[in-house]
């Protein structure tokens, strides 16, 4: 399956950082993370999930862009092709992980596309912070105005999709997050001057180490794997395109390092204001979506931040989906020989169908429960807290223990064209510290260990 000749290849070590960059930054940073950090006691979440991402996420990226660049394989295809008949498990689990993401995640992109709309249009400007409230409940609790705009999100994902690799997902990338970045910076310094920025601080940055539990950890490792689009075999797909030159470890690190820095500012922007407007941190999934429009009100040229805001958004939403879509297309044209367009049309509409009952289930589809939890939780945690540290922990026994040391040299060095001292921790992590770290933390959670 070694197709090198004719795959498409990341041209500049630009393009290779923005699409991996922009596959990790997007509603895992500035929807999710707060979410999550807000119903894990904000300062203890945030340390593990740090320390995570250093710690697990950056080592398993790297062992994701070495198996991806030096089979240059889907995620299927390349533990086959590294010698790992065997290891089929890591190609199932990615595709299950990233179909039940792309429809719980296009159904959050929709409600970004619905609010842009809104904002444009004026509708989004409330005085009182309960009316924000009660216009998303009324918004997210309709019966078909949720899956119109999921619906719309998943076509325009096919519609970029469908122009191919490298031209379709750098040029929107490259030129749209820098913009994100320094929009989200300057709402970071406004957050700093409501009137409870310091308790809202306190909350993020000021750890409760007796509020760590075996769920704080669960849901900050899963986090960690979420935000960096981790353990599906999304950075493998896309390590498979990189050029030799491309130079893995500085690619790691740098989306590591850019990833967390959006979480953070998230963060920033976020808890200020739920302490200054009143809202519960542990809201759940709509924090953000009730929150983030009242910072907007107060805003001088409110409307015209919000509405560029929520377009940003969007398209980190969709950088980050074109990634996840691109896992099962790859396995549906490289193993299953389908067209690209056969492969994009097969992917919209697994999505289309459960990305629908992901978008009920804040309404019509509430009562739907499966161990208490509606089909859009059940997806986003079954996605996030077990598939993905799933495939970390495959990934990694198989790259520590599978991949010949001169292969993973030949890859962190990029031929010898870098010089990397750390291989020898890189093997020992990839061998011990992240399956058995992983490990843990899944069975502390299920209250084995
Ligand atoms: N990392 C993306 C985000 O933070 C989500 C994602 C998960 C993308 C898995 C691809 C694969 O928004």
């Known amino acids: 399956m070694n197709n090198q000749n004719n795959r498409a290849v990341f041209v500049t070590r630009l393009g290779a950082i923005a699409a991996t960059a922009g596959s990790a930054v997007g509603l895992g940073n500035i929807w999710r993370f707060p979410y ?20 697990l ?11 991806g660049r030096s089979t240059r394989c889907n995620v299927f295809g390349a533990y086959k092709a590294a010698g790992g008949r065997n290891w089929k498990l890591a190609g199932y689990i990615g595709i299950l992980a990233s179909l039940m993401i792309l429809s719980f995640y296009s159904v959050v992109a929709g409600w970004t596309v619905e609010y842009f709309i809104q904002s444009a249009s004026g509708a989004l400007d409330f005085d009182n912070q309960q009316l924000y409230h009660q216009y998303f409940d009324d918004f997210a609790t309709s019966s078909w105005r949720p899956v119109l705009f999921t619906v719309l999100f998943l076509i325009l994902n096919f519609l970029v999709l469908i122009r191919g690799v490298t031209k379709g997902i750098e040029r929107v990338s490259n030129i749209l997050m820098p913009l994100l970045l320094l929009i989200l910076l300057v709402f970071s310094i406004n957050s700093l ?24 950890l669960l849901g900050a490792m899963g986090q960690a794997f979420f935000s960096l689009s981790l353990g599906l075999g999304c950075m493998l797909t896309y390590g498979s395109y990189f050029n030799n030159r491309t130079n893995i470890g500085r690619t790691a690190l740098t989306t590591a390092i850019l990833d967390t820095v959006v979480a953070i500012m998230s963060g920033v922007i976020i808890f200020p204001a739920v302490f200054t407007y009143g809202v519960s941190p542990a809201a759940g999934p709509t924090l953000v979506f009730e929150v983030l429009p009242a910072i907007f009100h107060n805003l001088p040229g409110g409307v015209i931040w919000s509405t560029l805001f929520f377009f940003l958004l969007f398209v980190a939403s969709l950088s980050s989906t074109i990634s996840m879509s691109e896992i099962s297309i790859a396995y549906f044209v490289e193993q299953r020989h389908m067209s690209r367009r056969s492969a994009t049309v097969l992917n919209t509409a697994i999505a289309l169908v459960f990305g629908s009952l992901c978008a009920l289930s804040f309404g019509p589809l509430r009562n739907l429960t499966v161990g208490g939890m509606t089909v859009f939780t059940l997806f986003d945690n079954m996605s996030s ?10 990934v990694s026994l198989f790259v520590g223990w599978r991949v010949k040391r001169p292969v993973i040299s030949d890859q962190m060095t990029s031929f010898g064209t870098y010089r990397i001292r750390v291989i020898g921790a890189l093997i020992f992590c990839l061998r011990y510290i992240c399956p058995v770290a992983i490990g843990i933390i899944m069975l502390n959670s299920l209250g084995i260990i």
């Open 36 to 55: 999550e950090a807000g119903t894990h006691g904000g300062g203890a979440f945030m340390l593990c999930y740090i320390l995570f991402i250093f710690i």
């Open 57 to 67: 996420g950056v080592p398993v990226i790297c062992a994701e862009f070495i198996l």
């Open 193 to 216: 001057t409501l009137d409870k920025a310091g308790e809202g601080l306190a909350f993020l940055f000021r750890p409760d180490f007796s509020a760590i539990d075996p769920s704080t």
């Open 385 to 394: 807290n077990v598939c993905l540290p799933l495939g970390g922990i495959i």
